[in-house]
């Protein structure tokens, strides 16, 4: 057994304020991946964006369709290549969680970097992950009256 897991915090050791900031954390998370595996991802996006905007600008300096073109299209496999935003939903989520705090019994804490995980078990684990925040959030102890 790995000593770090028994360090780590529960669902139950978690307060009011933490367990209400997790949820909501956790539902942009959601609403996040699920608009990148429906929609573009955030980086095709960018470099879509950029591409448009020196091609409109190349065309507006030059009036060299064809220069334009070409340095759109570079720049745009530029952007592809060095962006720092997440090229598809798996990269997003396993960005996403590890910025939030691991938990014992956190499904969201078995997620690997592996990206041959389907988007039925990613939904499923986030959905889990909210019932164990309301769960908690309904058994949460009153705080110490002295």
């Given at each position: 057994m790995d000593m770090s897991s028994l360090l780590l915090r529960d669902f139950s050791d978690l307060t009011r304020p933490e367990l209400i900031a997790r949820r909501k954390?956790?539902?942009?998370?959601?609403?996040?991946?699920?608009?990148?595996?429906?929609?573009?991802?955030?980086?095709?996006?960018?470099?879509?964006?950029?591409?448009?905007?020196?091609?409109?600008?190349?065309?507006?300096?030059?009036?060299?369709l064809l220069l334009t073109g070409v340095a759109a299209l570079g720049a745009q496999i530029i952007v592809l290549r060095y962006s720092t935003l997440p090229l598809n939903w798996h990269m997003q989520l396993a960005g996403e969680i590890q910025k939030l705090e691991p938990l014992r019994q956190s499904p969201l804490r078995q997620w690997g970097c592996t990206s041959d995980s389907s988007w039925e078990y990613a939904q499923y684990c986030l959905d889990k992950e909210i019932t164990l925040i309301h769960l908690s959030l309904g058994s949460a102890p009153a705080p110490f009256d002295a």
């Open positions: 954390k956790v539902e942009i998370l959601r609403a996040r991946i699920l608009h990148t595996h429906e929609h573009i991802s955030p980086r095709k996006q960018q470099s879509f964006v950029i591409a448009i905007v020196v091609l409109i600008v190349g065309y507006a300096l030059t009036h060299f």
